[in-house]
Structure formats: C-alpha cells, structure tokens
C-alpha cells in the first residue's frame, strides 16, 4: 500500500520560512518522480515544485526563487524548503509520485501539513 506523510507545517509570519517533509512508502521511490501540490480554500490543488528521478525541477511561476525542493532516496523523502512566505501560500501542503506530469499524480493523497502565513 502506498502511503505519503507530509509533516512540517505550521504558522509562520510572512517573509518567515519553513521546511516541509513527505515520507513515502511502498513505492520504489527512487524511479518517480515526486512533486509538493498544495489546496488553498475554495480553490483547486495546483503542483508548485516537481523533482524527477534524475534531479530535474520544476516550480510554479508563483513560487520559483522562494521555495526549493529536494530528496534523499536513502530515506524515501521529499523536503520542500519554502522562504519568504506569503499568505498567499496558506494551503495545505501534499506530496504524490508521477511518471510524467502529463499523467499527473499517481496515488492516493495522504493528509497533507496545514500552512498558514498570517501576522
């Protein structure tokens, strides 16, 4: 059964910074790509940063010089490092697999880690 646990969020002031995690298990992570997603209320889960299996990124254009992605296969984790924090980013956070972005997201979403940027 695969299963992603996201972990990290919190409360954080605007221009503060956090570091999210994703744990998976039961895939062999090191073969997928993984990208962090994020549902902000009323709206609909968009992908903000993708790692492939070869290292590539990518980030949405509302997040790109801000928050950084990477992983450790060793560990099957992703980490989304996220700086200069706007409320706009007040969402909850999610992590999936892919093959290919145009396939999208291959598995069950796990519960997500609540971020708020508030004053």
């Known amino acids: 059964q695969v299963q992603f646990v996201e972990s990290g969020g919190g409360l954080v002031q605007p221009g503060g910074s956090l570091r999210l995690s994703c744990r998976a298990s039961g895939i062999i992570f090191s073969i997928y790509a993984i990208g962090w997603y994020r549902q902000a209320p009323g709206k609909q889960r968009e992908l903000v940063a993708r790692?492939?299996?070869?290292?590539?990124?990518m980030y949405a254009d509302s997040v790109k010089g801000r928050f950084t992605i990477s992983r450790d296969n060793a560990q099957n984790t992703v980490y989304l490092q996220m700086n200069s924090l706007k409320p706009e980013d007040t969402a909850v956070y999610y992590c999936?697999?892919?093959?290919?972005?145009?396939?999208?997201?291959?598995?069950?979403w796990g519960q997500g880690t609540q971020v708020t940027v508030s004053s």
């Open positions: 790692m492939s299996s070869g290292g590539s990124t």
């Open positions: 999936n697999a892919d093959r290919t972005v145009a396939r999208g997201p291959l598995y069950s």
